[in-house]
């Protein structure tokens, strides 16, 4: 069965402080991994897709890389509106050209 | 810039009410989805749409029905609202290009059912 699994449950930072946050994944034959930035009561933000190891993607403050078996995403210096919650979904090769198996998300706080 | 738009951001219904959820999208996207997501369970895949009057279950497919029509359009019903129906929804559309697959959300329908 996919597995996507996302740690810590929960992050504090103060702002300036960079870290990272962590998906790790268990799917036969990925195809895609997606990370989206989700405010309360909103839908979920797309930010990236990354496809293979060893690739990686930036936006703002936001980094995301890939490997075999995990994904960080690495958030620089944060400020206090990158306060969210932070989604991983995977998409397994060879199934459903659509489906995504979603992880249960990091919420992160930023405190100025 | 994508959009995705839900009928309502919040309803209320009773329990044994027939509820209809629209979504729209305005990027003539081939897949259109419907999601239901809850404290501790995630977001879960309830219906998935490939084409016009195509449909596909999802993981949570029980007690709900969809219809697509039209190809912006997508609505998922509820045929007779039980209180563990009470969740947020979230419509979802997205495409392929020959390199990069990208899904985009709606705002989300809180939905109450007493």
């Known amino acids: 069965e996919d597995q996507v699994t996302q740690s810590p449950e929960a992050l504090r930072l103060q702002e300036g402080e960079s870290s990272s946050l962590n998906c790790s994944y268990t799917?036969?034959?990925?195809?895609?991994l997606f990370w989206y930035r989700q405010d309360p009561g909103k839908g979920p933000e797309f930010l990236f897709t990354?496809?293979?190891a060893g690739e990686e993607k930036e936006k703002e403050r936001l980094k995301a890389t890939l490997t075999k078996k995990e994904s960080f995403l690495h958030i620089t210096a944060p400020k206090p509106e990158d306060s969210a919650t932070y989604l991983c979904?995977?998409?397994?090769?060879?199934?459903?050209?659509?489906?995504?198996?979603f992880g249960k998300g990091t919420l992160l706080t930023v405190n100025p | 810039d994508v959009k995705v738009t839900q009928s309502s951001r919040y309803l209320v219904k009773r329990t044994g009410e027939k509820v209809f959820l629209e979504c729209v999208q305005d990027?003539?996207?081939?897949?259109m989805f419907w999601y239901r997501q809850d404290p501790g369970l995630g977001l879960r895949l309830i219906y998935f749409?490939?084409?016009?009057?195509?449909?596909e279950k999802g993981d949570i497919p029980e007690g709900y029905s969809v219809s697509r029509e039209k190809k912006e359009r997508f609505s998922l019903i509820l045929e007779s609202a039980s209180t563990n129906q009470t969740s947020m929804y979230l419509c979802?559309?997205?495409?392929?290009?020959?390199?990069?697959?990208?899904?985009?959300f709606g705002p989300g329908t809180r939905l109450t059912v007493t």
């Open positions: 990354l496809y293979s």
């Open positions: 979904a995977v998409m397994k090769s060879g199934g459903s050209n659509y489906k995504l198996t």
């Open positions: 990027m003539d996207h081939e897949n």
């Open positions: 799917v036969s034959g990925l195809r895609g």
């Open positions: 749409s490939y084409d016009v009057k195509m449909k």
């Open positions: 979802a559309s997205s495409f392929w290009t020959s390199v990069t697959y990208e899904q985009y």
